[in-house]
């Protein structure tokens, strides 16, 4: 019973890193390019910024430099250079493996 609870725990640790890094990156990256008509340059870039750590964090590389590009791109008033790395970070992203575990119904 033991070995159950442990394996549990370290399912749901493991789920929680994946909504902490993995998911908040791609529903912050959403927030951004939907609403980056009322967004200045700079709340854009920092929020890039930190979208790149938080793949960085989760070890998907390509996304982190895609999204610390697409930052940099921001001050340099090229709109359609930052809308293109953040199209490919998104792919990206989307291409990266998946560490969340399989969601199974835990019976008491």
Avoid: F, H, W
Avoid at 43 to 60: A, H
Avoid at 83 to 88: S, V
Wanted: proline residues 3%; contains cysteine.
């Amino acid at each position: 019973m033991e070995l159950s609870r442990k394996k549990l725990r370290e399912e749901v640790l493991e789920r929680i890193k994946y909504v902490k890094t993995c998911v908040m990156a791609r529903e912050l990256c959403l927030l951004v390019r939907t609403n980056r008509a009322v967004l200045e340059p700079k709340d854009v870039k920092d929020i890039c910024s930190y979208i790149s750590n938080l793949c960085k964090e989760e070890g998907c590389a390509d996304p982190s430099e895609l999204c610390r590009k697409a930052a940099e791109a921001v001050g340099s008033k090229d709109e359609a250079k930052y809308l293109e790395l953040c199209a490919q970070s998104c792919v990206k992203c989307g291409e990266a493996k998946r560490t969340a575990p399989k969601r199974e119904t835990y019976v008491a």
